[in-house]
């Protein structure tokens, strides 16, 4: 009891003394490093910091280390030709962005857990780092990100990117025997095929080591598009674990190259039917491959788990039996290779033993990917205040971080809400077509979307009722009845619901069944929709569509932003994705060069607007960079020039019967389009046109109705009085110019139909 209160005494002690150093340069920082006591946080000052070239040679304790740190949420960059070297002990180096950063020519490593010789780390730890795009400027040069030394040390949630190069991501030096380093809950991700050897992600140990007991864990790491070389993780030492990692569409293999006795457990791989896509290869003796489960891959040297034959008389870089390995427990669904390979390499390189005493037991290959499978969520992988989710259109990647987190007391009871939507949806298991709709359409094909116009109603004056006659702002529920409109919103809907439940939860349910609504409207032949509008918003007697019907597909905003976020589901096979870019490819051609389309773009009011949103969202979508600029420019010159006076009013939408709605909606447009922007340096909420009028003015018009639009809006409105378009008009607004009013506006709006989709589109 007196060791352990004596130990709890020097901590609090310890805590009570520790000083936070702030260094602006390399001169105060080495001052403050050689000042530096246990409990002491040096801390690098926010901004760039080039060519560092610094040794952290530095005692702290377990109680208390020494912690070098970068500014919060990666506001510390270190570039050019730096690399740091850790030696001591207890020391932490945390919270840095490594971008693109080329060590210098006698460097062996970006970070090495020594200073020099044998001055290594112990007890030390790199955490919450970004390594991104790493790479010499010279192809042929050799180095690796990090090096391993010493013993006890850890390397977890760090994020490693773009690796383009010759050099082992983590190596770890076995100059210690029994090192126990652990590496856990990083990150990696596409690492670019090399040309032969030397290009794994991790390395323990070298040909050298393979009779060494290494004891390393490497433990929780995501492996997403690592296709340096045929080993992913290559362990050359004896008695590693290597559990509960997720080696996701990776061309490659965890390999136990030498040394005996590792394990292997509770592993998942997922190929998706990716080339070169494998599992497990094990060579020499006593290895335990167990609960692991491989899913759709298509098999790397000769099958999914291979088990190597050996060469006699083997030098300790060649190949040793296989000899009493045990694989047992793995499950193995939709493989395109032998399961498991009980003769790997036999008759090549001299490899004629065969392996001896080997148990294969209790393996299972499922007929249907299992539903109990936990998966690595990417959110806890890679540094806390770092997210690799994908590029986003209207939604703000900052929010979506936090729904993925799924820590925020605000977005808890909205996404509990979400979820339990999308439970129902995965009990209903409803699919939508606009095959189903049994009115044929003018093409003649079932596939053609067809729709009719909101405001034409049947004429009472003919006995056929054609044509049919206009009464603005006047819904006719006919509408709904023949046309395909309501299954494309309930598509979109169901979607973006299963998109934001799984993003929040990681249950791999909600993606599977978002796929599957998505390849029947989409992808299957049969039931596909034509990826045109030439039949939206008929008129029965006047036209068989028109460029007006354009504004149906305008959930396709939402829809493309649940497409990004669905796109880190891990069965969502590429061949799939690919198909639905394909179809967004060919429908932007058509919105963009038809003559509906092109009659869409030169409407001057809300469906001008509406256009360019859509057309803005799909093109971003696409990766058409330049198309994106362009439409951005148009909304300047033909949106905002034209639409809005100096006063902020908007005419033509305020001349309508439901002139609030079309107020609102077509500002919220433009505050999307806003949105979007900004990924492109532009900030439209700047721009002013050459008669004063500007998106800021056009919300100042507006908000002062906002709380209560029925009381002082002068304008006509004959349907409900609607709140969802400028809640998220301001929210949007409010988020790009950090305006305090705009900000306690939203406290009076009433809520929004969809508060979560307002909240997460704030920036």
């Known amino acids: 009891m007196r060791t352990a209160l004596s130990i709890f005494?020097?901590?609090?002690?310890?805590?009570?003394?520790?000083?936070?150093?702030?260094?602006?340069?390399?001169?105060?920082?080495?001052?403050?490093?050689?000042?530096?006591?246990?409990?002491?946080?040096?801390?690098?000052?926010?901004?760039?910091?080039?060519?560092?070239?610094?040794?952290?040679?530095?005692?702290?304790?377990?109680?208390?280390?020494?912690?070098?740190?970068?500014?919060?949420?990666?506001?510390?960059?270190?570039?050019?030709?730096?690399?740091?070297?850790?030696?001591?002990?207890?020391?932490?180096?945390?919270?840095?962005?490594?971008?693109?950063?080329?060590?210098?020519?006698?460097?062996?490593?970006?970070?090495?857990?020594?200073?020099?010789?044998?001055?290594?780390?112990?007890?030390?730890?790199?955490?919450?780092?970004?390594?991104?795009?790493?790479?010499?400027?010279?192809?042929?040069?050799?180095?690796?990100?990090?090096?391993?030394?010493?013993?006890?040390?850890?390397?977890?949630?760090?994020?490693?990117?773009?690796?383009?190069?010759?050099?082992?991501?983590?190596?770890?030096?076995?100059?210690?025997?029994n090192a126990q380093h652990r590496i856990d809950n990083n990150h990696f991700m596409d690492r670019a095929k090399g040309d032969g050897n030397g290009f794994e992600c991790i390395q323990i140990g070298q040909s050298q080591d393979s009779r060494s007991v290494g004891t390393c864990l490497v433990e929780n790491n995501l492996f997403e598009r690592c296709d340096g070389e045929t080993e992913i993780i290559s362990s050359k030492t004896g008695e590693n674990v290597i559990r509960g990692n997720l080696f996701y569409e990776s061309a490659g293999t965890l390999t136990l190259r030498h040394g005996t006795n590792n394990l292997v457990e509770d592993n998942v791989f997922i190929g998706n039917g990716k080339p070169d896509t494998g599992g497990v290869r094990v060579i020499d003796s006593g290895h335990v491959v167990r609960n692991n489960t491989f899913h759709e891959l298509s098999g790397f040297t000769g099958g999914i788990v291979v088990l190597y034959s050996g060469i006699p008389d083997s030098p300790l870089n060649g190949y040793f039996a296989a000899d009493r390995a045990i694989i047992e427990g793995n499950r193995f669904y939709d493989c395109q290779a032998p399961l498991v390979q009980e003769r790997g390499g036999f008759g090549e390189r001299g490899r004629s033993i065969l392996p001896q005493d080997y148990r294969i037991e209790n393996n299972h290959t499922l007929e249907s990917p299992p539903d109990d499978l936990k998966f690595l969520r990417r959110t806890e992988v890679g540094p806390a205040w770092q997210s690799t989710l994908p590029h986003l259109m209207a939604l703000s990647p900052r929010q979506i971080a936090r729904l993925a987190r799924a820590t925020d007391d605000e977005l808890r009871p909205l996404v509990e809400e979400t979820i339990a939507q999308a439970e129902q949806l995965l009990a209903a298991g409803k699919t939508y077509s606009v095959t189903s709709n049994e009115r044929l359409p003018p093409s003649g094909d079932m596939r053609s979307y067809y729709s009719t116009g909101p405001y034409w109603w049947r004429n009472p004056d003919t006995p056929d009722g054609l044509p049919y006659v206009r009464r603005d702002g006047q819904f006719n529920p006919e509408r709904d009845l023949v046309s395909d409109r309501p299954q494309l919103h309930a598509l979109v809907q169901d979607t973006w619901t299963l998109a934001i439940a799984y993003t929040a939860t990681g249950k791999q349910a909600y993606a599977r069944h978002a796929e599957e609504m998505l390849r029947v409207w989409f992808i299957d032949d049969e039931t596909r929709m034509l990826p045109n509008l030439n039949h939206?918003?008929?008129?029965?007697?006047?036209?068989?569509?028109?460029?007006?019907?354009?504004?149906?597909?305008?959930?396709?905003?939402?829809?493309?932003?649940?497409?990004?976020?669905?796109?880190?589901?891990?069965?969502?096979?590429?061949?799939?994705?690919?198909?639905?870019?394909?179809?967004?490819?060919?429908?932007?051609?058509?919105?963009?060069?038809?003559?509906?389309g092109l009659d869409e773009r030169a409407a001057k009011n809300n469906h001008g607007t509406a256009y360019d949103l859509q057309q803005l969202a799909i093109a971003?979508?696409?990766?058409?960079?330049?198309?994106?600029?362009?439409?951005?420019?148009?909304?300047?010159?033909?949106?905002?020039?034209?639409?809005?006076?100096?006063?902020?009013?908007?005419?033509?939408?305020f001349a309508r019967t439901r002139s609030w709605s079309y107020c609102t909606e077509n500002l919220e447009h433009f505050a999307r389009i806003a949105a979007i922007a900004l990924d492109y340096r532009v900030n439209l909420f700047e721009y002013q046109n050459p008669a004063g009028g500007s998106l800021r003015k056009a919300l100042e018009f507006l908000l002062p109705h906002a709380c209560d639009p029925a009381a002082t809006w002068p304008g006509k409105q004959v349907t409900e009085w609607q709140s969802e378009y400028i809640y998220a008009a301001t929210a949007i607004a409010a988020s790009i110019t950090q305006n305090e009013s705009y900000f306690e506006a939203l406290d009076c709006i009433p809520p929004a139909h969809d508060q979560l989709l307002s909240l997460l589109m704030r920036h």
């Open 620 to 653: 971003d979508y696409l990766g058409e960079i330049k198309l994106a600029f362009e439409i951005i420019e148009r909304v300047k010159t033909q949106r905002i020039d034209t639409q809005i006076t100096a006063t902020g009013e908007q005419p033509l939408e």
């Open 536 to 596: 939206a918003q008929a008129i029965p007697g006047v036209t068989d569509g028109r460029g007006t019907g354009i504004i149906d597909t305008l959930v396709f905003v939402e829809l493309v932003d649940a497409l990004k976020l669905l796109e880190l589901s891990y069965t969502w096979k590429p061949a799939e994705r690919s198909a639905i870019k394909s179809w967004f490819s060919e429908y932007l051609d058509w919105l963009s060069s038809h003559p509906h």
């Open 9 to 177: 005494s020097l901590f609090i002690i310890s805590s009570l003394s520790a000083k936070t150093y702030l260094a602006r340069d390399l001169q105060e920082l080495n001052d403050h490093l050689r000042s530096a006591q246990p409990g002491d946080t040096v801390q690098l000052a926010a901004g760039e910091w080039a060519n560092i070239d610094l040794d952290l040679t530095l005692k702290g304790t377990a109680a208390a280390p020494i912690t070098v740190t970068g500014f919060p949420n990666g506001g510390t960059r270190i570039t050019g030709r730096s690399r740091i070297g850790i030696a001591g002990a207890h020391v932490v180096l945390s919270h840095l962005v490594f971008s693109r950063v080329e060590p210098p020519e006698d460097a062996e490593a970006i970070v090495s857990f020594r200073t020099s010789g044998t001055n290594y780390a112990h007890h030390s730890r790199l955490s919450h780092c970004v390594f991104d795009a790493c790479n010499p400027a010279d192809p042929e040069r050799r180095y690796h990100w990090i090096r391993l030394y010493g013993t006890h040390n850890r390397i977890d949630h760090n994020l490693f990117r773009a690796q383009a190069h010759e050099g082992v991501t983590i190596q770890v030096r076995l100059l210690t025997p």
